[in-house]
């Protein structure tokens, strides 16, 4: 499908909007009863390549679009709070950087929460390929999971089961733990080396660094991924991107810069 050669010749960083979250949510030590609420910054990774643009992640569903209390008089009421505009729906994201939905090669799930999964939608006409791993489609049926527009069934998955080398720059990592199917990737660009996606196998520097624990489906797999995640690192000498770190998001490249 796609060339084993192919070159990743930027690494797109596109801020997508904002969470407000529960403290814990990043170190589960914290305890829920935390009342402090931490700036949760989101992104969406844009690859472009010799064999065209590949996405990793899709960003909020559009039910938060100026609608930050969706989860009012739900369990999560107070827990999470996101914050979505207009120019973080998908096709407004991908604009920025010159394409539209139907330009894209190939969309990489890292996992099918309410805020890496939400333009989904936009790739069931198309039949765009969805990468994804086996474990994480056991959650198509699940309401509580996420909204349903992060769980749309008939999109052209392909489907892997664990770490995957899609061609020679591009590794998939399989990190459960914080989701059934979760997974990260390693990625060789052309300009900057070796740069790893944590996504949210690794929330925060303090994560990775501090193996502080982050919220799980599965603490203990959740663990071992991180574990994994800083080996692949080191072996690399990959530059780590941490899936919502205020700090980090600060001090990062993103587009129209690039690694
Ligand atoms: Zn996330």
Known sequence: MLSKDLAVNKLYIIPAGHGMLKAFFFNTDLGADNPQMLYSPL???????????????????????????????????????????????????????????????????????????????????????????KKELTVLDDDDYSPPACRIKDLNYQVIDGDYQLCDNIRLISTPGHSPGHQSILINTASSGYVLLCIDAALTEANFRNNAPYAAADPELAAASLKKIQTTAAEYDAFPIFGHDEKQAKAIKVYPEYY
């Not at 844009?46 to 909020?60: A, E, K, S, Y």
């Not at 010159?98 to 989904?120: C, M, Q, W």
């Open 43 to 133: 992104c969406v990774y844009l690859l472009d390549t010799t064999d065209g643009p590949i996405l990793v992640d899709t960003g909020f569903a559009e039910v938060f679009l100026n609608n930050p209390d969706y989860y009012k008089g739900t369990p999560l009421d107070g827990l999470l709070y996101m914050h979505m505009k207009e120019e973080h729906r998908l096709p407004e994201l991908l604009k920025r950087v010159g394409y539209r939905p139907e330009d894209i090669k190939l969309v990489i799930a890292t996992h099918f929460h309410s805020d890496h999964s939400g333009g989904n939608p936009y790739f069931l006409e198309t039949q765009t390929p969805v990468l994804v791993q």
